[in-house]
């Protein structure tokens, strides 16, 4: 007499046929966090903080979400790569890109010879065309978010509301698909006009405009946001803070110190009976056409009113945290290796030869024989940038002898 066929849910049988058995897994840290992506919600038009402005950037390990491998190979066993399950799979828009070919590669210059060390092979690859200028107006939908392989940061396919067209810019840290962005850099929309009552109203234009990705001149841009991709100078596309991860903050506007200058400068003039001179007069100037913005290094610069810049953090901040596993990966990447200088013959480098580890009581110099440290023409006195304000701070967290 036959039996009826019991069904066993959850017990795993000897075939490997099964189509129920679970599949091996090669990989972890997939799972749900803070940066996975989300269903795409159409974006409104009401003002929401959350999403509105971009949010500091996570400094803790709780805010670091890496991927890890099955050490099945060693090539696998260090491989540390940030979870970005939000990328597009496919291929970028072909029309959007050029190859990039020739002994330009190799770090070769028009005439052959070695002008950049260390640059050679790699995978084939094709420059994405990405717009820094953003000078197109109105609404630009996301599309999708793509990897570069050109660059540590992420990129937006945009089109256009309006006209339809196909663009790429630096993605933001959170931009997802769906996502509504605008730039600011040929005017002030007339609606938007409009709703302030044909008037500037810092409050609303702030709130209206200073959104994550949207692209505006830094007179617009409200004290104390986090931007990236500025521009130095006007009409010219960003060319500060386009890395993975990286940031500015403004810090002042000459639009908030005018009216104490100007009363400082009354008070000059009613005390001494002297107007003030031609280098004060342009100091004031530049102080009232410029905004001060401090990098990540500590660096204060003075970047003109009128540059561009995009409101928010550069997408992937955990791509620092990368480990490639292996020295193939480098090679891919167009990396070859790099020979320290201590361990080639003397007639290779200034730091070679002798007996042992030892450069032979020798100041650390260049291969080419120029001290490489001791400030001696690292930064010379001619190139010195009247722009930068403060200059970045070097050997951080590192106490001197002698000094507190």
Known sequence: ??????????????????????????????????????????????????????????????????????????????LRRPINDHLWKGRPVHKLTFPKKGHGKGGRNNSGRVVVRHHGGGH???????????????????????????????????RSQETKQLSYIVAADGMREGDVVQSYMSGIPKDLWESMGGAVDPGVLAARTAW???????????????????????GKGAQLCRSAGTYATVIAKGTNLQSDASRDQAQLQKEDGKPLSQRERQKQERIFNHITVRLQSGEVRLIHKDCCATVGVASNPNYKYTQLGKAGRSRWLNIRPTVRGLAMNAMDHPHGGGRGKSKGNVHPKSPWGLPAKSGYRTRPKWRVNKAVVIPRVRNQGKRRRGYN
């Open 124 to 158: 084939k690859r094709r420059i994405r065309i990405i717009d820094y200028k953003r000078e197109a107006p109105g609404p630009h939908v996301v599309e999708r978010i793509e990897h570069d392989p050109g660059r540590s940061a992420h990129i937006a396919l945009l």
């Open 212 to 234: 994550r990705g949207n692209c505006l001149p830094l007179h617009m841009i409200p004290v104390g946001t986090l931007i990236f991709n500025i521009g130095l100078y006007p």
């Open 1 to 78: 007499m036959l039996q009826p066929r019991i069904a066993l849910r959850g017990v795993r049988l000897p075939f490997r046929f099964l189509p129920s058995l679970p599949s091996r897994a090669y990989s972890s840290g997939a799972e749900q966090h803070a940066d996975s992506p989300s269903p795409a919600e159409p974006s409104s038009s009401t003002f929401d903080p959350s999403i509105a402005f971009a949010p500091p950037p996570t400094r803790g390990d709780s805010g670091i979400h890496l991927r890890k491998y099955t050490p099945r190979t060693p090539g696998v066993r260090h």
